[in-house]
């Protein structure tokens, strides 16, 4: 058995920023993290080269340091309005303010210091009169593009910052249960050994969603259906789109 303060379910975005937070804040605390994907070096899709899916499991594209957004195109949306309801728990200002400190976080590894979104105001002013009279609300979110090679680089940098901090990672290693005494998380059970913590934190993500679902009706524990943003991607040709590209 071996015992840490605080151990974190899931290597990715909210697991990685968790453990740096804690890390940052308090050097001296023993951190876990326990991811039942691969370490970001070791995340290779075999469809890359195969053009067809082999079934890795766990999949190397969806689990993993880092999560799905590894292979993402790497956009961050730099605003409160988009992305979950967080100003709703936090309030705006403070939503603001943690979206910036996570942003210096990517640009000290390395982003890509330009904006996208900030410039043509005037456009972005007509865009909205325009919204306006159909009945439709403009949405304003200025975007960091990390890019798909650059942002894996990044996430590697990220890896390496957080094992300089004294994070120790578990990878490849699937979380069988969460030990739970009157009424309080103690520890896990992973790979067939046991990690106490005062602490626990899960932050699986959607790849995990199903397994801690399962995880808190075998505890009693109540859950709630959480909010998904789903967006409809409309393609039409240049000429008719061509004040907003």
């Known amino acids: 058995m071996k015992n840490y303060d605080v151990i974190i379910i899931g290597a990715g975005p909210s697991g990685i920023f968790c453990a740096y937070e804690l890390k940052a804040k308090r050097p001296d605390l023993k951190v876990l993290m326990i991811e039942k994907g691969r370490s970001i ?129 578990l990878f490849n290693t699937m979380v069988e249960d969460i030990i739970i005494e009157d009424n309080v998380a103690r520890g896990v059970i992973a790979g067939g050994e046991t990690y106490t913590a005062s602490e626990i934190v899960s932050g699986v993500g959607r790849e995990g969603a199903e397994w801690f679902s399962h995880i808190c009706q075998d505890h009693g524990v109540e859950t709630q259906v959480g909010t998904v943003d789903i967006g409809v991607r409309v393609e039409v040709r240049d000429e008719v789109m061509k004040m907003l590209n």
């Open 41 to 169: 070096e070791k995340r290779v899709c075999p469809k890359r080269k195969t053009k067809k899916c082999v079934g890795c499991v766990p999949c190397s594209i969806t689990t993993g340091f880092a999560g799905a957004g590894a292979f993402s195109d790497g956009k961050l949306s730099l605003s409160p309005d988009v992305g979950g309801n967080l100003p709703e728990i936090l309030g705006y200002e403070q939503t603001m303010e943690l979206i910036k400190e996570a942003d210096k976080v990517y640009l000290d590894a390395g982003a890509d210091p330009n904006v996208w979104g900030l410039d043509k105001q005037a456009e972005i002013n007509e865009i909205r009169r325009r919204a306006i009279g159909a009945n439709l609300k403009l949405i304003e979110c200025p975007i960091r593009h990390l890019g798909t090679e650059e942002g894996y680089k990044i996430y590697e940098k990220l890896q390496h910052m957080l094992e300089k901090m004294g994070v120790d990672m």
